[in-house]
């Protein structure tokens, strides 16, 4: 038996992904931008608001070289309107990158750009629903590419944080930038608004770099992982080499 | 039980603990200071990350006999203390100006690996960071910060570059 938690944002990141993964399918059959198919069956004013302004601060279409794309993500929750705007390099060099201060067998796709709109009606501390919709991002990343549990012979392969692949600064967006729009409409919650959008937009990016839709998440999951430091089912005594640790 | 003499945030303190007891512990359970945070006692998460001598380390992985009595431990509650001038750090001024705490509960550690790279750079003479050097920093943060720690090191890098700060105890 095993204890489980809750993921921030709960079934919507999932449940977003799929669908904007989906919406992009559609545009790609029928030969539509996938903004543009966006705008045109949104049916309202707040909708539209944060997909233009993520595709307007995001230059969205630009040129970028092979192996690197743009992916949007839209999302609707708590009474608010939420779009992401990713770029991703999924080149060789990126993908097969090592960390030298890291234990990471696998550190995969660099999500290096990171726009957000989010309309949550009246906002009372803009400053901390910037931070919300940044680590929310940080989250939405992570769901996408690298963070998961491994179930093996019974028993979790991750022992640790050094081995259950949350975002670490390594896997940080170079650019990040979050756009809170005006708003009159009643206000609505904002703590795990940055979840859902993100995630999706990073798996359209990485189809559009890669040209093939993710079909299971995170990314990364079949990669191999860092070996344990902890032998399953003990409780490891400290290091006692910390002196020359950071 | 041996006594144990060390250098706390400028302060002698005796602590009668046997050799092995991580530091961690000595700091948190028997002197009160709190700051460092347990979050794996592996080195892995980084949330208890405080300086020795000016060098950033990890309480958690150091059996408190392997200390000196001369080594300068500083912990995020001396930080302030242990540079010259009145007020807060460089970082943890800048830390606030770009709001980047969130829970609160990882940011004793990121301050203070932040302090450690940014005085390293100094120390090398430079005045400007690389994203790889900020992509080593292994610090956990389960709220995402990340982004405001990249902008914060940055600012504060620039502060300290105009007006160098070491902590007490660096270079030793
Ligand atoms: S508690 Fe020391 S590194 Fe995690
Ligand atoms: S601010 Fe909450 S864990 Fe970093």
Request: hydrophobic share 40%; glycine share 10%.
């Amino acid at each position: 038996m095993f204890r489980t938690g809750s993921m921030r944002n709960i079934y919507s990141p999932n449940v977003v992904t799929a669908r904007e993964l989906a919406i992009d399918q559609v545009a790609a059959e029928v030969g539509r931008d996938p903004l543009e198919l966006r705008l045109s069956t949104l049916r309202d004013a707040r909708s539209v608001a944060v997909l233009e302004k993520v595709a307007e601060a995001g230059s969205w279409g630009r040129e970028m070289p092979a192996g690197t794309a743009q992916g949007l993500g839209f999302h609707s929750e708590y009474k608010g309107r939420a779009a992401c705007l990713i770029e991703i390099d999924c080149r060789p060099e990126t993908v097969s990158r090592t960390v030298p201060t890291a234990a990471y067998a696998y550190t995969g796709p660099r999500v290096t750009r990171a726009i957000y709109a989010v309309d949550v009606g009246l906002t009372i501390n803009p400053r901390g629903l910037e931070a919300q919709m940044l680590g929310g991002m940080m989250d939405g990343i992570a769901n996408c590419l690298s963070f998961s549990l491994h179930l093996v012979d019974g028993a979790f392969a991750e022992d640790s944080w050094e081995h259950a692949y949350y975002t670490r600064q390594w896997n940080v967006p170079f650019e990040t930038q979050v756009f809170i729009l005006d708003s009159s409409s009643q206000p609505g919650g904002a703590g795990e608004f940055g979840v859902a959008a993100s995630m999706a937009a990073t798996a359209n990016a990485y189809a559009r770099a890669t040209g093939s839709m993710p079909t299971s998440f995170p990314i990364n999951h079949g990669m191999p992982l860092a070996e344990s430091i902890v032998p399953p089912g003990t409780i490891p005594q400290s290091p006692t080499d910390g002196l020359g640790r950071r | 039980m041996p006594v144990q003499k060390l250098t706390v945030n400028g302060q002698r303190v005796e602590v009668d603990v046997e050799d092995d007891v991580r530091l961690l512990w000595v700091l948190r359970d028997l002197l009160d200071i709190t700051g460092p945070k347990y979050g794996c006692g592996l080195s892995i998460c980084q949330s208890c990350t405080s300086l020795v001598n000016g060098k950033a380390f990890n309480p958690c992985s150091v059996p408190v006999g392997q200390l000196r009595p001369s080594d300068e431990v500083v912990t995020i509650e001396g930080l302030a203390d242990a540079v010259d001038g009145d007020g807060l750090h460089p970082v943890q001024e800048v830390w606030l100006e770009e709001d980047v705490a969130q829970c609160g509960f990882c940011q004793p550690g990121q301050i203070m690996a932040a302090v450690d790279l940014i005085q390293t750079l100094l120390a090398d003479g430079r005045r400007d960071v690389t994203e790889a050097e900020l992509d080593s920093l292994r610090n956990v943060c389960r709220c995402g910060t990340y982004p405001r720690v990249r902008t914060a090191i940055r600012r504060a890098l620039a502060v300290m570059a105009e007006t160098p700060v070491f902590v007490r105890g660096a270079g030793r």
